[in-house]
């Protein structure tokens, strides 16, 4: 004989389901996003972390260490083991300032060059896999954004009350 609750019936509180998490949805999206940018990389011989200091790079050659980690939001001991590889590679040179010893001034090689036109194809394609349309992509890209400011910032500000209950 089957059995029946004599408990009142309440609304389920989803809150704590995976599905519920906006941090679940970022991180699942970012290693489906890691996938396909590892099938474009390999043909370049680097990883991802390793393709975004070759982008920064490209676009500006001739960075401070601490100002590429700015610009990547990495700090130096995570950024350090990169460059040491992309060294390695023969894809950039390392080098001590003359102005200040303590600063270290990363630029490119020729061969780091001259690999901006072999992955040139990459963000079409990564694009194409997204099946967003440019203009939702811009937008998607542009509230990424936005709540990365808004995490920042709430790192740097004392937890309110409020937001613990």
């Known amino acids: 004989m089957p059995t029946t609750s004599t408990e009142p019936s309440t609304p389920r509180d989803t809150s704590l389901t ?3 998490q906006l941090c679940f949805a970022l991180y699942s ?15 370049l011989g680097l990883t991802y972390p390793q393709y975004l200091v070759m ?6 050659d001739g960075l401070t260490v ?9 700090d130096s001991a995570t950024l350090t083991p990169l460059l040491k590889r992309l060294q390695a590679l023969g894809l950039l ?4 300032t003359a102005q200040d010893q303590r600063q270290v001034l990363v630029t490119l090689t020729p061969a780091g ?3 901006k036109s072999r992955a040139r194809h990459i963000p079409g394609g990564v ?14 890209k542009t509230e990424l954004e936005a709540l990365r400011a808004h995490l920042r910032g709430a790192q740097t500000r004392p937890e309110t009350t409020a937001a613990r209950d």
């Open 18 to 20: 995976l599905d519920a």
């Open 29 to 43: 999206a970012h290693l489906a996003m890691g996938k396909v940018y590892r099938r474009y990389l390999d043909d």
């Open 55 to 60: 982008l920064v790079l490209w676009e500006r």
């Open 66 to 74: 601490t100002a590429l980690g700015d610009r990547l939001y990495l």
């Open 93 to 96: 040179h390392r080098d001590r």
């Open 113 to 115: 060059h001259a690999l």
């Open 127 to 140: 694009m194409c896999a997204t099946g967003c349309a440019p203009t939702q992509a811009q937008t998607l």
